[in-house]
């Protein structure tokens, strides 16, 4: 028999999350039997991504919906413990898009989202923080949709976060300017120290549009968008001509119920030529080893690095993933999932 | 002496246009002296584009603003009546961007809007019609910025319009299947019998969002977005995966007083990768010679026309102009101005 412990998605939030939208479950389940092509997979560790919030939300308004009464839905980290399935034996470690729950049994060749085998060196955390599909957001939406050319000047909002930071120090790389925008003293310190920016916004107490002026007075070439809200309304008041914005995330508005308010004046984008792209990673998925030899090159140089704001215990997991949206955490969310005991 | 009449902006209109927006003003003036390089045109016709209403706007919410006081801007047929330039001999027509008045004096070398001579062939309602920058602007905007693939769906509001009507046949050029969305059904009539769209939308006494749903079970590909408002959102409910949005005009909204409204939904834009991109023809100036070469082959072929709504009097200007958001016009609007008398 196996501990089995599971959180399950027990309500679609309306406005800020709470933990009563998770409930918890505790089983004592049989040791599963593998059809041909199974694998039964220990999931160790989870990380915590914005855009799961948008997962919780009915069908629709994603493009991706967790069912009601089923386990939630994030990056993983796991370990085959049972195999039926020749290129995953026991002991494979692979990331995964996983349930948040102890054991999966999973079909890799038929999965309709990829569950891809760890060479030996990479570590899981390195997994899903530098080397996650989070970075790789960043990384093609910054070079791919943002076009940033050398020299422009680059604005990215939720700088401190897992993906913002990366899209920081991948615009200073390729030769840009980078503002971050981050919520409170300490991240703005991270991001122009840690992060190496030329200069952070706080919009918990700065006026944005004000400091984006004085900042920019040739206008945001490029715009990293993880926010919308009032943050994209004042980066369009001071885009340049010709400026591009990647539009990845829309965190403000994630808890609002409402749909994200939108861009609020769109003479400006036809006067000033502006192109404003929506992505997602899915996208790129066939570029991802690219990007993977690209950032790490680039941390061997000493160039990127990646926080990761590892937690512990399968049971903290809603509370750390709250976190992303109390402007609590730093980097990447990662909980390790502690062992279960075996019963 | 000559008989010198103009149309001056009076004032900055809020909501709807109105006659008392223009002033009318005749003078008799002396026969200009010039000097060196400069040259007398005689303004002989004068076409009406829906953007002139933003320049009449305050600087900083278009990129082009006419100071109050000054004679309205719109495209303009003229001739040359006295030289002080060799290459715009006495005699010499040209398009430009004119000043609403019977006579300007203009500096080509050093003009800001470029002014072009005519080949004798070309005559002054086709220049102001079908090759017009207004067309240039349905040829670029569809193809450079819309980039529609054989087979896509392709969407375009004020169909029926100087630039729509361009659009719809442009895209069925290039192997699209077209909708076209226009006010009233006579519009809805021209826009598939007369430009050969597959199918058109009357926003006045339909529901754009249930239409587009029944006509486009697979999503908009393109939408060329000359409106704005609701049949923007209406659009948006239904775009395709990696959908482009080609920002031209934002009709809807130029007599509200109000910032055009804009994407409402940012998430969409997001999980379905749409692309939103807003242009201005001075963007592909350099290219307008490819664009009339195309058209002519196109005009040869048959498989290219347009309706030029030709009205006569300079005193009607105002009038004629606002007939384009009444509703009222078809193709380009054209005002021939009458010869004034000399005296």
């Known amino acids: 028999m196996l501990r089995h412990r599971q959180w399950l998605l027990k309500s679609r939030p309306e406005g800020a999350l709470s933990l009563g939208d998770f409930e918890f479950r505790e089983q004592h389940i049989p040791d599963p039997e593998l059809a041909p092509g199974q694998i039964l997979v220990q999931n160790l560790m989870f990380s915590c991504a914005a855009t799961m919030r948008n997962w919780m939300n009915a069908p629709g308004r994603s493009h ?27 002991g494979t470690r692979v ?34 923080g530098i080397y996650s599909l989070n970075s790789c ?17 680059v604005v990215v909002s939720a700088a401190a976060g897992s ?38 916004i706080d919009y918990k107490h700065e006026d944005v549009g ?8 040739k206008g945001v070439d490029v715009y990293f968008d ?10 369009m ?5 010709k400026g591009r914005i990647a539009v990845c995330g829309q965190v403000a508005s994630y808890d609002s119920g409402a749909p994200a308010p939108g861009l609020r004046d769109m003479m400006r984008v036809i006067y000033r030529s502006v192109t404003v792209r929506g992505f997602v990673m899915d996208e790129f998925m066939q570029d991802v080893d690219t990007a993977r030899a690209d950032m790490k090159r680039w ?15 399968f049971e903290n997991l809603p509370h750390a993933f709250m976190a992303l949206f109390n402007g609590e955490s730093r980097g990447t969310v990662i909980v390790e999932s502690g062992e279960p005991a075996e019963g």
């Not at 941390?299 to 937690?311: P, Q």
Request: aromatic share 4%; charged share 20%; with cysteine.
């Open 64 to 90: 991706r919906s967790i069912d009601l009464g089923t386990p939630m839905l994030g990056p993983g980290g796991s370990q085959v413990v049972k195999s039926n399935h020749a290129r995953f034996p026991v």
């Open 95 to 128: 990331t995964l898009l996983a349930p948040w729950e102890d054991y999966s049994v999973l079909e890799p060749d038929t999965s309709p989202t990829p569950i891809t085998a760890l060479p030996s060196e990479v570590k899981l955390t390195e997994a899903l």
């Open 137 to 153: 957001t960043a990384y093609f939406g910054l070079l791919e949709v943002g076009q940033p050319k050398v020299g422009e000047t």
């Open 163 to 200: 993906v913002g930071s990366m899209v920081v120090q991948i615009a200073k790389i390729v030769g840009c300017r980078v503002i971050g925008v981050a919520g409170g003293r300490d991240k703005c310190d991270l991001v122009v120290e840690h992060l190496g920016a030329d200069a952070a």
């Open 210 to 217: 004000a400091r984006l002026r004085e900042l920019c007075p």
């Open 226 to 235: 993880n926010v919308g809200g009032d943050i994209l309304a004042a980066v």
């Open 237 to 241: 008041d001071n885009i340049a001509v």
């Open 299 to 313: 941390v061997a140089e000493g160039r990127l690095r990646h926080h990761e704001d590892i937690r512990t215990g």
